[in-house]
T-cell receptor
């Protein structure tokens, strides 16, 4: 079974609709992230959460909101979808520590391909 | 503003060639630099670099970090068509724990 799962894997929606992308992990990590990927722009951070009570905006949080329902679940919502939110969305987790343990790898879900018409 | 820049953005080579991908960074609180390979799915981890001058090696892939000049390179020798992918470089910030990605280098290896 995959350690980081995302649902749905593909979604087509219309402008103005509210949609939610869900992410679950079985790695037991505290830290979870949402990224979007656009051609030529690499991965850009939308929101990140260091634990259930900690939510932080990333580089491009406008138009998005998140919910950390549990350690294992982190959802991304588009309140009113617009066409320029068409992208590939990745959830990731890590057990990054500041003690120099070397556990600084992020583990990515399979991605959700979103098309906003 | 923290930023990570990769070059070239795209590269086409033939099997057997050696390629060098570049990643430069300007960040306020560098902690480590990571390389990922992305095919038609999620990125997969390749290397993590924290110290200058120490080469990390995995088969035909190797990478090194220069913290004085603020860059890293990823070398792939004797390329194969299976090396075709997007290669992503990212820098971990020690103060915020954020990971800043470069734009990626798209590598195409032709038979």
């Amino acid at each position: 079974d995959a350690d980081v799962t995302q649902t749905p894997r593909n979604r087509i929606t219309k402008t103005g609709k509210r949609i939610m992308l869900e992410c679950s992990q079985t790695k037991g990590h505290d830290r979870m992230y949402w990224y979007r990927q656009d051609p030529g722009l690499g991965l850009r951070l939308i929101y990140y959460s260091f634990d259930v009570k900690d939510i932080n905006k990333g580089e491009i949080s406008d138009g998005y909101s998140v919910s950390r329902q549990a350690q294992a679940k982190f959802s991304l919502s588009l309140e009113s979808a617009i066409p320029n939110q068409t992208a590939l969305y990745f959830c990731a987790t890590s057990d990054f520590g500041f003690s120099g343990t070397g556990k600084e790898t992020q583990y990515f879900g399979p991605g959700t391909r979103l098309l906003v018409l | 503003e923290d930023k990570v820049v990769q070059s070239p953005l795209s590269l086409v080579v033939h099997e057997g060639d050696t390629v060098t991908l570049n990643c430069s960074y300007e960040v306020t609180n560098f902690r480590s630099l990571l390389w990922y390979k992305q095919e038609k799915k999620a990125p997969t981890f390749l290397f993590m670099l924290t110290s200058s001058g120490i080469e990390k090696k995995s088969g035909r892939l190797s990478s090194i970090l220069d913290k004085k000049e603020l860059f890293s390179i990823l070398n792939i020798t004797a390329t194969q068509t299976g090396d075709s992918a997007i290669y992503l470089c990212a820098v971990y910030l020690g103060n915020t724990g954020k990971l800043i990605f470069g734009q990626g280098t798209t590598l195409q290896v032709k038979p």
